[in-house]
């Protein structure tokens, strides 16, 4: 630390002020460090370099996608299903988004109600007990299981009985976000003030008016958020559904006993083909994921936002 | 002064676990006036408080001992909803805690869960002109309560305790978040409230004690002989006028002059 | 801040015994100035009044500023009141010995006639002593004591009503008439100061017990 205000005191402070009051003003001779200035700037620095950094891969993943998957990307693409023959040109994607969209709503339609449940038994109820510790616990594990061993899971107990299908696929699905509404939740839900339950208690209100007309609203926005990580993670999950949906050309047309196609699987089966015209298909199915989540994920935020009061 | 009391409390006790929070507190609070609870921090003020409606069954391993009568009745008694309680004896709290809804849906709130069959639209102006705040807010009742001062969003509170008439109400420090303006206003509708309502305050301020009460309760933290456990007793409880010139008890003066606490 | 409160109270509390001892020293002299016939003495009297009203609106204003920035409850309340009374009693006293002295200080020789000089002499004594005791009184706000004072009054008041016989007694001739007049304004004033004195004793008493009886 350069001491005093010979050290650095600014070229200002000296000409404006008489030497006797700078000397004497605590205010200029802090600010007169200069090693202090310096730290200051390379702190900021450092930190903008990271945020730099971590945007890297995601503006270049963005780019490389839709660089690669926009030439392909027209009407044909987005209406037909599959050619048979990965060496053909044309066709598109279209059995695989309804394969997706068909999976991922009925396991959402399955998980988020369970799972938000769960999370209320968790902070309303169950709090710091047992069964709450339990269920949190294995939570917890399900969060961190290989998505494919969660297919295996289904295929022995599903697959193996009534063959491939969107209710197989959407039950490894749902088994794979449960755990993450179940989390992300009850992290939400304890955020809601304890004073705005105090508050409904005060008013005479029960357990359940509570929960249903103050803490869920209030934690909506951020349930809405959580949730769509879930849904996000689980249109995305290629592994469990090779095991339970399978793929195919076709649009799908039964919900049990068929196989079925979904966008992350078809893009997987056309990235590692030798044939140009099914690497480009896979590029072009991989935006279309990418602006299926974006889409789910505006839609919801657009929903949770009307409703709300918060300023 | 011969009307049956509001409340009667009977030795009443206050553990949470195997602390003991608030023991030996006896006292009559008669209808109609304002009682402040005042005391140094952490002495059960806000224990005692919460025990006029039962607030304190929220805080898991809570035990209550000894009696609070509500007009005659032992709300600690086996076959009380705690509910019911809440729904005659009213609180708010010390941080204005309006819903993040519109200012006609927090004031209607408590008539909608209890299933209010009269017209919602006059309880809600009812409420709002009871508590002084129809006159600010009456062109914007469907904007959110939280675009609301801190000071408009407490009497908000206090509009949405009253639209459930209780006969009660419970006010935990609730000037405490605000500004001195907005603090006389609560103070000035506090004696509004009091002609119709029972009114108990706890509160820091020793000013705002002397200006608003009528009777007083001065707590205070009793504290083991080897140091390990401290608990609220009741000192004193007077009429007011008398706790601020000639307080009976030298740790009421000694507080309330500010020699400690 | 509640320290520098206290503190401050403290201060004003010493300040009114101070105040105590200006008025007595005011009644000393005026005494004797009266008894001696001591003109000079009377001046220095007259002089003094001065400082007495200065520290007297001094303590006043102080007590004021506590009031305001404050808000003293209890205990501090009651002596914040108390403090005001007692000064504006000892200020009034000091305006007495202010009286007092003008007497001898214009000459009038109340001290030289014989048995009016004793008596009010007497009376004098016995208003200062109470005076002194009254002051003890607050310097200890010692409430058992007061009650000694407060009798002590009485005896005021039977040596006030002998010197007024003895008044009457001395005729009225042209130069009596005029020593007769100001002899009973001094007797008349050396009684009041025991008076303001019996104020100070109940404002102590009124300021340790709070029994509003007291103020009255």
Redesign the interface.
């Known amino acids: 630390m350069p001491v005093g205000m010979s050290a650095g005191t600014p070229a200002g402070a000296a000409a404006g002020a008489p030497a006797g009051a700078a000397a004497g003003n605590p205010l200029l001779m802090r600010s007169t460090s200069r090693a202090r200035v310096v730290k200051d700037v390379a702190a900021r620095v450092a930190m903008w370099l990271a945020a730099l950094i971590v945007l890297v891969p995601v503006i270049l993943i963005l780019y490389y996608v839709a660089a690669k998957g926009l030439p392909t990307m027209d009407w044909e693409f987005l209406t037909q299903p599959t050619p048979y023959s990965m060496r053909l040109r044309g066709g598109g994607f279209v059995n695989g988004l309804i394969g997706t969209l068909l999976m991922v709503v009925l396991a959402a339609v399955v998980s988020i109600p369970l799972g938000l449940l769960g999370a209320i038994y968790l902070v309303e109820y169950g ?1 710091k007990g047992l069964l709450a510790q339990v269920i949190r616990f294995f939570s917890d594990v399900m969060t961190g299981v290989p998505s494919v061993f969660v297919g295996l899971f289904v295929y022995t107990a599903m697959v193996i009985p009534f063959g491939f299908g969107v209710v197989m696929g959407a039950a490894s699905l749902a088994i794979i976000m449960l755990p993450i509404v179940v989390r992300s939740s009850e992290e939400m839900l304890k955020l809601v ?1 304890r ?2 339950k ?9 357990h359940w ?1 509570t929960i249903s ?2 803490v869920l ?2 934690a909506a926005p951020g349930l809405t958020t959580g949730t769509m990580l879930a849904v996000a993670r689980a249109a995305g999950e290629t592994a469990p559904l090779l095991l339970t949906a399978l793929s195919a050309q076709e649009i799908v047309t039964r919900l049990v006993g068929e196989a079925t196609a979904s966008l992350p699987v078809l893009i997987y089966y056309g990235a590692r083909n030798p044939f140009p015209a099914g690497q480009e298909r896979a590029w072009a199915g991989a935006l279309e994921l990418l602006l299926l989540v974006l889409v789910f994920t505006l839609l919801a935020r657009v929903a949770s936002s009307r409703n ?4 | 002064m011969s009307e049956e009391p509001a409340f009667r409390v009977r030795d009443l006790a206050v553990s949470y676990g195997s602390q003991v929070a608030l023991k030996d507190v006896t006292l009559d609070i008669e209808p109609r006036k304002i009682i402040a609870i005042i005391g140094p921090s952490g002495c059960g003020k806000s224990t005692l408080i919460r025990c006029f409606n039962r607030m304190n069954d929220l805080i898991p391993g809570t035990r209550v001992q000894g009696q609070v009568l509500y007009h005659g009745q032992d709300i600690y008694a086996n076959d009380v909803d705690p509910v019911t309680v809440r729904r005659n004896v009213g609180m708010v709290f010390q941080r204005p805690n309006p819903f993040p809804k519109s200012i006609k849906e927090n004031v209607a709130y408590g008539a909608r869960i209890n299933g209010y069959k009269g017209n919602i639209d006059e309880l809600v102006e009812r409420s709002l002109r009871g508590a002084a705040l129809w006159d600010e807010v009456k062109d914007n009742l469907n904007r959110s309560a939280l675009a609301l001062s801190g000071g408009q969003q407490q009497r908000l509170c206090i509009a949405r305790a009253i639209a459930v008439q209780p006969d009660t109400i419970l006010m935990d420090e609730p000037a405490s978040a605000l500004d001195p303006v907005a603090t006389s206003k609560i103070e000035d509708l506090m004696q509004e409230l009091k002609e119709r309502y029972t009114i108990i305050i706890v509160t820091h301020n020793m000013q705002q004690a002397a200006r608003v009460s009528d009777k007083a309760a001065f707590l205070y933290t009793e504290v083991n002989e080897a140091g390990t456990a401290r608990w609220g007793v009741l000192v004193e409880y007077d009429d007011t006028s008398r706790i601020f010139t000639n307080p009976r008890d030298k740790r009421t003066d000694d507080y309330i002059s500010g020699r400690f606490g | 801040m509640r320290e520098r409160y206290h503190r401050a109270l403290e201060a004003l509390d010493q300040d009114v015994v101070r105040l105590g001892a200006l008025a007595e020293a005011a009644i000393d002299k005026a005494t004797l100035a009266l008894v001696e016939n001591d003109a000079e003495l009377a001046q220095q009297v007259l002089d003094g009044d001065d400082e007495i009203d200065a520290l007297f609106v001094d303590v006043t204003k102080r007590a004021l500023t506590i009031l305001a920035e404050q808000a003293p409850v209890a205990r501090d309340l009651r002596l914040l009141l108390s403090i005001i009374r007692v000064a504006n009693e000892l200020e009034r006293t000091g305006d007495l010995a202010h009286n007092i002295a003008k007497v001898p200080q214009r000459g009038i020789p109340v001290g030289e006639v014989k048995h009016i000089g004793e008596l009010l002499h007497e009376l004098a004594v016995a208003a200062r002593k109470l005076l002194g005791n009254a002051i003890d009184v607050w310097a200890q706000k010692d409430a058992g004591l007061a009650a000694n004072v407060q009798e002590y009054d009485d005896t005021i008041d039977l040596l006030y009503r002998r010197f007024y016989k003895e008044l009457f007694a001395l005729g009225s001739d042209e130069t009596t008439f005029e020593i007769g007049m100001n002899a009973a304004l001094v007797g008349r004033w050396f009684e009041r100061v025991a008076d303001h004195g019996v104020n100070i004793t109940e404002a102590v008493q009124f300021y340790v017990t709070g029994d509003d009886a007291y103020l009255g």
């Open positions: 709090k003030p004073e705005l105090e508050a409904s208690y005060a008013l005479g209100a029960g008016h007309r103050v609203p209030a709300r009061l918060w300023q």
